[in-house]
C-alpha cells in the first residue's frame, strides 16, 4: 500500500536558525497536505500543494512540491519559540485517503 | 462553529471492557475520518466515511474494531474487548469532499489497563 515516508525523525535547533523535514512517497501523489500538531493538540491544517512542481509560502514557512508529486518539502527560516510542534506531510494517492508521514518533531533552545 | 467535538477526552479501562468513542464532525462536513495515533506506529488512518457510508476500513485493526454513522452528525467507534495495546489517541477528522482539508477534533485518549 502506499506509504509515505518523512525525515528527519527529530530536530533541535537554536531560535533564529532554519529547519527543514521531507516527505517521500512510494506512490505519485494527488496532493500534499502538511499539518502542525503543538505537544498536547491535535494536528492542524497548514496547507495543500495540488501541482507538480508548486511552491507555496506562509511568513516564514516554504512548501514544495516535487516535479513528479512524489516528494515534499517544509523550510522554516529564522525558527521561534512559537514554532515548536510536530510536523506532518500527509499525502493522498486518490479517493480522498490521507497517509500521514510519522512526522518531525521540532524543538527549539531559545 | 464549535469544531469537531469528541468525546471523552480521556478514558481508562480495563482490559476486556468496551470502549464506546464519539465524534461530532463540523456540520456541513461530509466526509468522517477516524485516527489512531501512538508513538510507534504514528497516524494511523482506520476508517473514513463519505455521506455517512463507509468508504475504506483497511486500516481497521481487527474485528474488535468497528464504527458507524448513523447519520451526518455522529459517528462512534467501539472496541471490544479491550486490550492493551489498544492504548492510543484516537482521532476523529472531518472535511468536505471537496475541500480535503482535514480539521481534527482535541481526541479521546484511551488508557486500557
Known amino acids: 500500500g502506499q506509504q509515505v515516508m518523512q525525515i528527519p525523525q527529530y530536530q533541535h535547533v537554536q531560535e533564529g536558525e532554519d529547519f527543514t523535514t521531507y516527505c517521500n512517497s512510494s506512490t505519485t501523489l494527488s496532493n500534499i497536505q502538511w499539518y502542525k500538531q503543538r505537544p498536547g493538540g491535535h494536528p492542524v491544517f497548514l496547507i495543500q500543494?495540488?501541482?507538480?512542481?508548486e511552491v507555496k509560502k506562509q511568513k516564514r514557512l516554504t512548501f514544495q512540491f516535487g516535479e513528479a508529486k512524489k516528494n515534499s518539502s517544509l523550510h522554516i527560516t529564522a525558527t521561534q519559540t512559537t514554532d515548536v510542534g510536530t510536523y506532518f506531510c500527509a499525502g493522498e494517492g486518490g479517493a480522498q485517503k490521507l497517509v500521514f508521514g510519522q512526522g518531525t518533531r521540532l524543538t527549539i533552545n531559545p | 462553529d464549535a469544531g469537531v467535538i469528541q468525546s471523552p477526552r480521556h478514558e481508562v479501562t480495563e482490559m476486556g471492557q468496551e470502549v464506546t468513542l464519539r465524534c461530532k464532525p463540523i456540520?456541513?462536513?461530509?466526509?468522517l475520518f477516524w485516527y489512531r495515533q501512538t508513538m510507534m506506529r504514528g497516524l494511523e488512518l482506520l476508517i473514513y466515511f463519505n455521506n455517512n457510508v463507509p468508504i475504506d476500513d483497511s486500516g481497521m485493526p481487527e474485528d474488535r474494531f468497528s464504527a458507524k454513522m448513523p447519520n451526518a452528525s455522529f459517528s462512534t467507534l467501539k472496541i471490544q474487548p479491550s486490550e492493551p495495546r489498544d492504548s492510543a489517541v484516537y482521532f476523529c477528522?472531518?472535511?468536505?469532499?471537496?475541500?480535503?482539508?482535514?480539521?481534527f477534533g482535541e481526541g479521546s485518549r484511551l488508557t486500557v489497563l
Open positions: 500543494l495540488v501541482k507538480s512542481g
Open positions: 456540520s456541513g462536513h461530509n466526509s
Open positions: 477528522a472531518s472535511t468536505t469532499i471537496i475541500s480535503g482539508e482535514l480539521f
